[in-house]
């Protein structure tokens, strides 16, 4: 399990202590896309894989977020997954989610139809989501559901870029 917390409203050490007063063990671990400051760990950055057999509607949307200067955000999917459709129905249909929503470029790839394609991406379980910046690198993963508000924080980080 993973836990994310605020550096403004409790302390790492704070927290610590409360995760073993319940009996967990804390590890402490960079934050997705860390890597650049002093003494961070190197990250090694990848570009977002455009195969050569990827389908026209994966290569349009690429293109069409590089026209617009929008980053993309990759949603592997099954219409069989529970989580995946969580994720459609709860996080993204909530309105601060959706409004950031607008200002990417979302591509949802089935993986039951596409499945050379969450090949070539590494995609073993789903949901798999990839943060792709304006560049094309992929600077963020969701192998599962999250709630709006984390989404949301993560989105924000994602247009920051």
Same mark, same amino acid.
């Given at each position: 399990m993973t836990i994310g917390y605020d550096p403004k409203r409790i302390s790492p050490e704070k927290l610590a202590k409360l995760i073993t007063d319940l009996g967990f063990k804390v590890e402490e671990v960079e934050p997705p896309g860390a890597g650049t400051?002093? @003494? =961070? &760990? !190197?990250h090694q950055r990848v570009k977002a894989p455009m195969p050569d057999d990827a389908p026209k509607f994966f290569r349009e949307a690429f293109d069409k977020a590089r026209r617009a200067n929008h980053p993309i955000v990759i949603d592997f999917w099954a219409k069989?997954? /529970? /989580?995946? *459709?969580? *994720? !459609?129905? %709860?996080?993204?249909?909530?309105? &601060? %989610?959706a409004g950031l929503l607008e200002k990417v470029q979302l591509i949802y790839v089935d993986l039951d139809q +596409? /499945? =050379?394609? @969450? &090949?070539? +991406?590494? %995609?073993?379980?789903i949901p798999d989501l990839f943060l792709v910046d304006r560049q094309g690198w992929i600077v963020d993963r969701l192998q599962d559901f999250e709630p /709006?508000? =984390?989404?949301?924080?993560? *989105?924000?980080?994602? *247009?920051?870029?």
């Open positions: 400051g002093a @003494g =961070a &760990k !190197k069989w997954c /529970p /989580p995946c *459709l969580q *994720l !459609k129905e %709860v996080t993204f249909r909530d309105p &601060k %989610v +596409y /499945p =050379a394609l @969450g &090949k070539a +991406y590494g %995609v073993q379980a /709006p508000d =984390a989404f949301f924080v993560r *989105l924000r980080r994602l *247009l920051a870029e």
